[in-house]
């Protein structure tokens, strides 16, 4: 019996960073091609303050100009306080809340103006807000593999905090190498011990890297039980909180041709990938 691999497209983490804002009907129609390739996920983007992301003010309306009758692909928005969660929550076409947790301190700080203390209640207050509704919470554990500041960093720190969420009921947790710093090594050892102990907790991985720099940290997390992975097309954007130049994504095409390699199933239409892949570059540039 084969492999699946779930693969997300972030079309929200490749726009992000865009100083030209892209017109809210070319995000529409490119995100119409996006649903048809058969997605696990669409991360389609965010509900956080316009003068931090401009580029996503237009969230709500993007969101409403989607129609997703023909696809079973979740929808994702990035929140960063409970006054996020409360407006993605008021959106029925939004499933899953991903909130970035930063291991590091400082980007803690730089992303979200809180301390990672002040975070963690923020997300178990969230979470209580999720209760009875159909939307889940994704944790995003943002400079897991290390950081350019010289905060505190190793692989029992990460493991410490992957277990504080565990204790509260978090189910989805991807580890993200926000400023391309992660090396085979530490992805190996996380994703081997982090998996088997927490069985209840899905693992993914959102790595950024130079685009030819990809395949050591996908091989590392995959042959050590990762089975989601994040990406862009054309490995377009990476985070504009990083205070260090920006490092792109995973490529999406690198990603489906990772999984035929190693002959895991990815379930994804080639043909409608071909159409989004040429309107990304259309409107990404």
Not at 122 to 138: F, M, R, Y
Not at 147 to 170: C, M, Q, R, T
Not at 206 to 212: A, G, I, K, Q, R
């Amino acid at each position: 019996m084969s492999q699946k691999i779930k693969i997300v497209d972030c079309p929200r983490d490749a726009m992000q960073g865009r100083h030209e804002f892209i017109p809210t009907q070319d995000k529409i129609d490119h995100l119409q091609k996006l649903l048809k390739v058969g997605f696990e996920m669409i991360d389609c983007g965010s509900f956080v303050s316009p003068k931090i992301i401009p580029q996503m003010a237009d969230t709500k309306e993007v969101l409403n100009g989607i129609d997703r009758s023909n696809s079973e692909t979740k929808l994702s928005v990035i929140i960063a306080s409970e006054g996020g969660a409360d407006r993605a929550l008021a959106h029925d076409k939004v499933d899953v809340l991903g909130f970035p947790f930063s291991i590091s301190e400082q980007f803690q700080q730089d992303n979200t103006n809180k301390s990672r203390e002040e975070a963690f209640e923020a997300v178990k207050n969230i979470q209580k807000k999720l209760e009875g509704s159909d939307k889940e919470l994704l944790i995003y554990f943002s400079m897991a593999f290390g950081n350019p500041y010289k905060d505190e960093w190793s692989v029992e720190l990460v493991k410490d905090w992957a277990n504080k969420f565990a204790d509260i009921g978090i189910t989805k947790i991807n580890l993200s190498d926000t400023t391309s710093v992660a090396n085979p090594e530490d992805v190996s050892e996380l994703f081997q011990n982090l998996i088997p102990k927490y069985p209840e907790i899905e693992f993914g991985a959102h790595f950024h890297s130079e685009y030819n720099e990809w395949f050591t940290k996908v091989d590392a997390a995959y042959q050590n039980g990762c089975r989601s992975f994040d990406g862009a097309i054309k490995g377009f954007g990476g985070c504009p909180m990083a205070k260090s130049d920006l490092v792109g994504n995973i490529p999406t095409e690198k990603l489906i041709t990772y999984a035929e390699s190693v002959k895991a199933e990815h379930g994804l239409n080639l043909f409608a990938f071909e159409a989004a892949y040429n309107s990304a570059l259309k409107v990404m540039g």
